[in-house]
């Protein structure tokens, strides 16, 4: 029975294997540039959003301080940016956060993290679809919604008002399209998002050009008036302003923080550069400097257009749901709306692609380690893996069709931000490992079977070693060593476990007893401080560990503490999310481990490697010490060649 158990406990946390020293080999067609990946991640990113979240947060939270909003949140957005740079340059293959979660933590939480980002892109399809043809639909005046309410009403709770048959050409079209190949689909991203680009040049020089900087000096009395006029009052003695006090900072930095959190939001998609790991040339490079750039870009058009929206028209006139189009008429240029209504079809065709281009990616990575179902990890004869794409076509199609979306859509925070907290928890752990667990892998394909008998232990039951040596551990915490080692790494782990569970309970208590810490309650004060001692404990222990001397391409400055606060950003947004969305997410985890406990657990590809082993166990002892030689005269050459892909060995369609 114990030993049952130990097997179970063993099979969750073991570690996907990969062979460093064949990165170049791929099922997929690696035809991407950095172009490519750089216009896929503004494509995916700066969406419809653009078009109409920052009227909707300068009306009602930031005001003209919606450019310092923004800039709070791509700095917070840029945190999970940097870590999954670190990774792309480290492992180069398609998955994403669930393969970097594989490859660090062990197989459960890479399933929990994949299962959430197939939630997450399954629904962000779909919505996107619905608001393409919404959009598309107000555009020739509704005729489309007033011949399928007439015709195909539905009326069921939770269903749609009306099937959007629109939606699904989209959606089946965009499949087809991804199918055919990834290239073909690169070059159409590119002219959308060129087209999304050149436009919003166009919003942000014409609203520097019309601009009037006394928007951004509203003083609090003309906001009064205001206030006086829009309720119809009477009496206008001691009359507050609905508006804020005005100014640059009419909401104070409160109401700059709390557009900040909602402009968070505005950057999610860059992590689909992540999954093309396979199919880009000379990946190492190319995925931390499209990641980075990308975000720049977006940052620099969310700034822009926030400030020229703010600057045409005082920010309590805006229009929260078409804000351009409005303050074009109000500066007299109507013609105007219709380039921007192009430009925002541009911009929902790109987030459309940027959210069904990583999801076939998810499903074919996760079919093809065998903890989903292993049809979807065939490719066609353009190298595209055309089983996935048709999979999560078909599903984003029938939600499209049916379902109304909007109370879904929080689901899709829930699992980037978990993906985000992850992949920051994965680039503190492998900083701290000894010589990286990845490169010890390099060229061992059978490295469970050495010699000595050692096939049943992996590494990721390293950090159980501490049971057996506290003494050591101790050691390795007051006298931390001058490289790291299995103790100090394994001190890392439990204190990143610590740190993240604190950041949940300050999180929590922040959260939902605001009122008792602003009423300076004893017990919560007392919560609070023994959280920040621990905080500071953990940080201050996780300093002091000696980080890996393994150097790649692009690496995570401030270690530890811009990935500690990334988790702090992400864990806190998560905790904001409402308890409807919790039980939904609940109910999709549920389904998600039975797939997983029935089928992935037991055709997993490291269980069957593991089974494997010993077969392979005498003849890999035999020639353990002949390749040892090998290995050992290799290895300077190696080590230079593991940083980067020559673009030369890259497989080509």
Not at 235 to 257: E, K, R
Not at 317 to 342: H, R, T
Not at 524 to 546: E, N
Request: aromatic content about 10%; overall charge neutral; charged content about 15%.
């Amino acid at each position: 029975m114990l030993e049952q158990v130990l097997w179970f406990s063993r099979s969750l946390v073991r570690r996907k294997v990969v062979d460093m020293s064949n990165l170049e080999d791929s099922k997929l067609c690696r035809c991407l540039g950095t172009v490519d990946l750089i216009a896929l991640g503004v494509g995916s990113t700066l969406g419809a959003g653009v078009y109409v979240l920052a009227g909707e947060v300068a009306k009602g939270d930031s005001g003209p301080s919606i450019v310092i909003s923004f800039l709070i949140a791509a700095l917070a957005s840029v945190m999970a940016g940097l870590c999954y740079a670190e990774f792309g340059a480290r492992v180069p293959k398609t998955g994403s956060a669930y393969l970097y979660s594989y490859v660090t933590v062990g197989e459960i939480w890479a399933f929990i993290t994949g299962w959430n980002l197939i939630l997450s892109y399954v629904i962000g399809t779909s919505s996107v679809a619905r608001a393409w043809s919404g959009t598309f639909d107000e555009m020739i005046g509704g005729h489309i919604e007033v011949f399928c309410k007439t015709y195909f009403s539905m009326n069921s709770p939770g269903l749609a008002q009306y099937p959007d048959f629109f939606a699904v050409c989209l959606i089946l079209l965009l499949s087809g399209l991804l199918s055919f190949g990834v290239k073909e689909s690169a070059w159409v991203n590119k002219v959308f998002t060129s087209v999304n680009v050149l436009v919003l040049l166009f919003v942000i020089i014409s609203g520097f050009v019309k601009g009037d900087a006394h928007n951004w000096e509203i003083t609090e009395e003309s906001l009064i008036n205001v206030t006086i006029v829009t309720r119809n009052l009477s009496v206008t003695a001691n009359v507050s302003s609905d508006y804020g006090v005005g100014g640059f900072m009419p909401f104070g930095f409160s109401g700059t923080l709390a557009g900040a959190a909602t402009c968070f939001y505005a950057f999610v998609g860059f992590d689909c550069i992540a999954t093309t790991g396979e199919e880009v040339k000379n990946p190492q490079r190319a995925i931390p400097i499209g990641i980075v750039v990308s975000l720049t870009v977006c940052f620099l058009a969310y700034f822009g257009v926030s400030a020229a929206l703010t600057l045409m028209m005082p920010y309590y006139l805006l229009d929260e749901k078409s804000p351009l189009p409005m303050a074009f008429e109000y500066v007299g240029w109507s013609p105007a709306k219709y380039v921007v209504a192009a430009g925002s079809l541009c911009a929902l065709s790109t987030s459309l692609l940027g959210s069904m281009f990583p999801l076939p990616r998810i499903l074919f990575a996760m079919a093809r380690d065998g903890i989903l179902f292993k049809f979807m990890s065939k490719v066609s004869k353009r190298q595209s893996p055309v089983a996935a794409t048709m999979a999560a076509g078909t599903t984003a199609a029938i939600m499209a069709f049916l379902f109304d979306l909007k109370a879904l859509v929080d689901m899709m925070s829930i699992g980037t931000l978990l993906a985000y907290s992850l992949v920051a928890v994965c680039v503190l752990i492998l900083r701290y490992q000894p010589d990286g667990p990845l490169e010890k892998r390099a060229g061992e394909r059978d490295y469970l079977s050495s010699e000595a008998g050692e096939s049943d232990l992996t590494e990721s039951e390293s950090h159980l070693n501490m049971l057996k040596g506290g003494s050591s551990n101790l050691q390795a915490v007051l006298h931390p060593p001058a490289s790291p080692s299995e103790h100090s790494s394994s001190v890392v782990n439990l204190t990143v476990c610590v740190l993240v569970l604190v950041v949940c309970v300050v999180s929590y208590l922040t959260t939902y007893h605001i009122y008792s810490i602003l009423g300076m309650e004893v017990w919560i004060l007392a919560l609070l401080t023994l959280c920040l001692l621990i905080f500071s404990g953990c940080v201050a222990m996780v300093c002091r560990q000696p980080q890996t001397n393994k150097k790649v391409s692009f690496m995570v400055p401030l270690l530890p503490f811009l990935p500690i606060l990334s988790i702090f950003v992400n864990i806190y947004l998560m905790v904001q999310l409402s308890g409807d969305t919790w039980i939904r997410f609940s109910v999709w985890m549920a389904v998600g481990f039975v797939i997983y406990f029935g089928y992935g657990m037991w055709h997993s590809e490291e269980r069957q490697r593991k089974l494997r082993a010993p077969v392979n166990g005498c003849s890999t002892r035999k020639h353990s010490k002949a390749s040892g030689e090998k290995r050992g005269g290799g290895d300077a050459a190696g080590k230079d060649q593991e940083g980067f892909i020559c673009p030369e060995k890259t497989s080509q369609c």
